[in-house]
């Protein structure tokens, strides 16, 4: 199987990468300097000369506050930049899976949103990505949308890094406590999504590792786990504070859970606790 990545530098596309070698496919990287994905003829030209068979999107505008002052630079990416990638697709009849994110919902509640739940985006990103999906499904038969959210890898930036950089530097933290979500290591995530793409199990999806909590309470376990393997962490007290405390020019979803009961349905393994993969994470990244 030759499998193309868009987004290949990025957190989550690094480890699908590596997964696919890992399992002996071939894996096409590539990122915007190979491929911009806002360019519909550079699209179809390494698209088609990769001929592969199937593509991950992994590719997006993912800066949340800035994309409400660059409305149209982040549509381009994440609405056009997929209907290019979809158009191609279509053309050679290949599976497509696209990532997407929780923030297609209005973040309201406490049930879990389901895959078919109502899309109501509360920002410019979550509209966004909402619009990509709408491409991707009006347009493919063969597509999977899964949504995820709370990323952390070892390439590139995320809350556990910046909780650990803190760390070094502070004693005590503030960190809000009325957003709940699910944590989700990239190396679990990659793992799934090429289980998804050697199946036809087409359809929407939620992938995040098990188990939800605030980012309060996943702070106060990164430290809890972190203080183990070094000692720098062992006195950080923490507080958690309401969100407003913090403002943020682009609003934020106050539930972020997601049920994953259709990857039960439909034969694919759950991934682990968040707990546990925040245990694996700070060992490979040599804390």
């Not at 991707?136 to 949504?147: C, T």
Request: hydrophobic share 35%; net charge negative; charged share 25%.
């Amino acid at each position: 199987m030759k499998i193309l990545v868009t987004g290949a530098k990025g957190q989550l596309g690094f480890d699908v990468v590596n997964e696919i070698k890992n399992r002996g496919y071939t894996a096409i990287g590539v990122d915007i300097q190979e491929m911009d994905i806002t360019d519909s003829e550079s699209v179809e030209k390494i698209i088609e000369e990769a001929n592969p068979n199937a593509v991950i999107h992994c590719a997006a505008w993912t800066e949340v506050d800035a994309a409400e002052d660059n409305i149209e630079k982040c549509r381009l990416a994440n609405a056009t930049g997929t209907e290019n990638i979809v158009k191609i697709c279509k053309k050679l009849d290949i599976k497509m899976l696209y990532l997407s994110t929780d923030y297609v919902f209005n973040g309201q509640g406490t049930r879990p949103w389901l895959p078919d739940d109502e899309r109501n985006p509360l920002n410019v990103y979550g509209q966004t990505k909402y619009e990509g999906e709408v491409v991707v499904e009006s347009n493919l038969s063969k597509y999977f949308i899964v949504r995820i959210a709370w990323v952390f890898g070892v390439n590139g930036k995320n809350f556990v890094k910046t909780m650990l950089n803190l760390g070094k530097t502070n004693t005590h933290l503030n960190i809000v406590d009325d957003q709940i979500g699910s944590p989700t290591y990239t190396f679990d995530l990659a793992r799934l999504l090429i289980d998804m793409v050697e199946t036809e199990k087409y359809g929407r999806y939620h992938a995040t590792n098990e188990g939800f909590c605030s980012w309060y309470e996943f702070a106060c376990k990164i430290f809890r786990q972190a203080a183990e393997i070094d000692p720098i962490y062992k006195n950080i007290s923490i507080d958690p504070v309401d969100s407003s405390t913090y403002p943020a020019k682009a609003k934020r979803p106050s539930n972020s859970r997601m049920s994953k009961k259709k990857l039960t349905d439909n034969g694919f393994d759950r991934l682990p606790s968040w707990q546990d993969a925040l245990s694996r994470y700070l060992k490979e990244i040599k804390l």
